[in-house]
């Protein structure tokens, strides 16, 4: 079975400044898709980015950017920039390639952004 | 807004009761998923739809059922409530296209408080 795991409960980060959220993952597919929702004081699950196993470009969006290693099994996001609305949990995601096979969520890292 | 709405957003209601929580899928999307996000065991996936019938089932108690109608709006019941119940219940849909990979958007969820 796929594991996704956020091994940092808690991060933070003064406004303007670049940080980094981890994320590793187990599994035996080789073809898969990795997603960072953003899920903010609303709750709301927001889509940040997502990934395609089999792409070896790193995804960006905007401020957004993945360092996806597949080989270690790795998928970090890293916020430039940071702005007060960033503020939110971050769930990683993995999603398997072979059949319409659900989320499989990680923990949830809390990211706290100061002025 | 992902497109997906969920009723009602809060509701309060007392143990034993039976509650209906209904979910509008993106317009063009065929698969619904119901999610349960409580404080103590992050998101669960609980049950997927595609089209009317079935496709996956997750962590779903026995308590609960769900199903897809024609017009392809779901309905998640929960029946004979417990406070451990209390959590956010998010639906979520997609295309459902096997193995596409898509993007899963999730609604603004359901706050079930159970008293």
């Known amino acids: 079975a796929q594991t996704v795991t956020q091994s940092q409960p808690e991060m933070s980060v003064q406004e303007a400044e670049t940080v980094t959220l981890s994320c590793t993952y187990d599994t035996s597919e080789s073809d898969y898709y990795l997603f960072w929702y953003k899920q903010p004081p609303s709750r709301q699950m927001i889509l940040v980015i997502r990934q395609e196993a089999y792409k070896q470009q790193n995804a960006t969006e905007n401020r957004f950017s993945v360092n996806f290693q597949k080989a270690a099994k790795s998928f970090s996001l890293k916020i430039s920039d940071s702005q007060l609305g960033d503020a939110a949990m971050y769930f990683c995601?993995?999603?398997?390639?072979?059949?319409?096979?659900?989320?499989?969520f990680g923990t949830g890292t809390r990211l706290q952004v100061f002025p | 807004d992902s497109g997906v709405t969920q009723t009602p957003k809060h509701l309060i209601t007392a143990t034993g009761q039976r509650v209906t929580l209904r979910c509008s899928p993106r317009?063009?999307?065929?698969?619904v998923y119901w999610y349960q996000q409580s404080l103590d065991q992050g998101l669960q996936f609980l049950i997927q739809y595609y089209n009317g019938e079935e496709r996956a089932k997750g962590n779903i108690l026995e308590r609960f059922s769900a199903q897809q109608f024609p017009d392809l709006h779901s309905e998640l019941n929960l029946s004979s409530l417990e406070l451990g119940d209390s959590a956010l219940y998010f639906c979520a849909s997609e295309t459902g296209d096997i193995g596409s990979g898509n993007t899963i958007y999730f609604g603004e969820g359901s706050w079930l408080t159970v008293v």
């Open positions: 995601a993995y999603r398997s390639g072979y059949n319409t096979d659900k989320l499989i």
């Open positions: 317009s063009g999307d065929l698969s």
